[in-house]
């Protein structure tokens, strides 16, 4: 089967008492058993709804694994894969996730005693030199928020392998339809389901794709014992999203490309990250490894001034100022105040997150639209 079709119909069965092909929105926390511990498979909401296990078994099949386990927030499905880990443990992250993941390693998780070494995960032989007897663990993210760097995720693979490390991959700004993880010899494929998956900015999830059986039990275990899990509402909301994901995402290829294009030959504009453009650091092993370059662009106004990029943020009327990505509508951020303020100004500028850089989540609108927008934007800059 091939993607869109998967992505209406892998793991969705319309409902067997009545018919209904849209899945139901299971609203229960409990279900009858009929003996003691004889069930229909489902016995209390936190460990398993029925309504999730669809949308659990559509993004298993989505990301070509065996299965899938869905949380109440993208932080929720991290939180879940460091839980595998133990006081000693260390692992080896790139110097530029998303914001609320170094949060959480660095303000939870270090004062438990694990380890993280941020560091440049886009050469890949950069990884072996910070690996010990500890490591259990490569955290990465491809492409990275907000400068969309590209983690070669087979040669990073082929690194996890050799050391027995578990690798997981960030895959919520490609998503499932532009790049699959599993399929390059990732372990656990991270997803906020917030973003593309949901794609209508109205629901916060998380999901984690697994392959291996035993993974998948640990991290279940870790869901069910540790409760963050999603509801029955949200679950459907999702379910409902993803059915046009395909559609989507092309629209947000199609549209970025058209944004990037005209951003980079404009004389206001500093840089432009977009790993599409044949120059961009990681371009080819973007090609490589996946199917589009994605609705994600930033950009540096020149100068890098942070009352221009004020400006400019505030000027846009159908991009909108927000936090998040992956919504039809567009979307314009910046990073160094907004979604990256938890990381220490240093730190975010080593990897590139200035005072002067903007990032878009380019929607679905009319390409005529946006570009004029950002056009009459930048003339007040
Ligand atoms: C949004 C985001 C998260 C966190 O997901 P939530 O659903 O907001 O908890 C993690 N990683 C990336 C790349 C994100 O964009």
């Given at each position: 089967m091939k993607f869109g079709t998967k992505a209406l119909h892998a793991g969705i069965e319309p409902?067997?008492?009545?018919g209904a092909i849209m899945t139901p929105i299971f609203q229960t926390s409990t279900f009858v058993q009929e003996y003691p511990g004889k069930h229909k498979g489902y016995a209390y909401a936190r460990g398993k709804n029925p309504t999730r296990t669809q949308l659990e078994n559509n993004l298993a099949a989505l990301e070509n694994g065996n299965n899938a386990l869905c949380f109440s927030s993208g932080m929720g499905a991290v939180d879940a894969v460091i839980k595998l880990l133990k006081p000693g443990d260390e692992v080896i992250t790139g110097n530029d996730i998303y914001g609320g993941s170094y949060r959480m390693f660095s303000k939870i998780y270090e004062p438990f005693g694990i380890k993280f070494h941020y560091i440049?995960?886009?050469?890949?032989?950069?990884?072996?030199?910070?690996?010990?007897?500890?490591?259990?663990?490569?955290?990465?993210?491809?492409?990275?928020?907000?400068?969309?760097?590209?983690?070669?995720?087979?040669?990073a693979s082929a690194i996890a392998k050799k050391h027995n490390l578990i690798l997981a991959i960030d895959n919520t700004f490609a998503s499932p339809y532009l790049q699959n993880p599993l399929d390059l010899g990732a372990d656990i494929v991270m997803h906020s389901a917030t973003k593309y998956l949901g794609g209508h900015s109205d629901v916060v999830m998380g999901a984690l794709v697994t392959k291996d059986q035993t993974l998948h039990e640990r991290l279940a275990f870790i869901l069910n014992s540790c409760g963050a899990?999603?509801?029955?509402?949200?679950?459907?909301?999702?379910?409902?999203?993803?059915?046009t994901l395909h559609l989507r995402m092309k629209a947000h290829c199609e549209n970025g490309k058209q944004v990037a294009h005209y951003l980079r030959?404009?004389?206001?504009?500093?840089?432009?990250?977009?790993?599409?453009?044949?120059?961009?650091?990681?371009?080819?092993?973007?090609?490589?490894?996946?199917?589009g370059f994605g609705g994600m662009v930033s950009f540096t106004l020149k100068g890098d001034d942070f009352e221009a990029a004020m400006r400019f943020a505030t000027s846009v009327e159908i991009f909108t100022l927000a936090e998040s990505l992956g919504g039809v509508e567009s979307l314009v951020n910046h990073p160094a105040s907004m979604t990256h303020?938890?990381?220490p100004k240093e730190e975010r500028e080593k990897a590139g997150v200035v005072d002067g850089l903007l990032r878009l989540s380019v929607g679905v609108e009319d390409i005529e639209d946006l570009i004029a927008d950002i056009e009459s934007a930048l003339s007040k800059v």
């Open positions: 409902d067997p008492t009545t440049d995960l886009y050469d890949a032989s950069n990884i072996e030199k910070y690996i010990n007897s500890n490591t259990k663990l490569i955290w990465a993210e491809t492409p990275t928020n907000p400068t969309l760097k590209i983690v070669d995720i087979a040669a899990n999603p509801g029955p509402m949200d679950s459907f909301l999702v379910i409902r999203g993803i059915k030959n404009h004389p206001k504009i500093g840089k432009v990250y977009w790993p599409g453009f044949e120059d961009a650091a990681g371009h080819e092993i973007a090609k490589k490894q996946m199917r303020a938890s990381i």
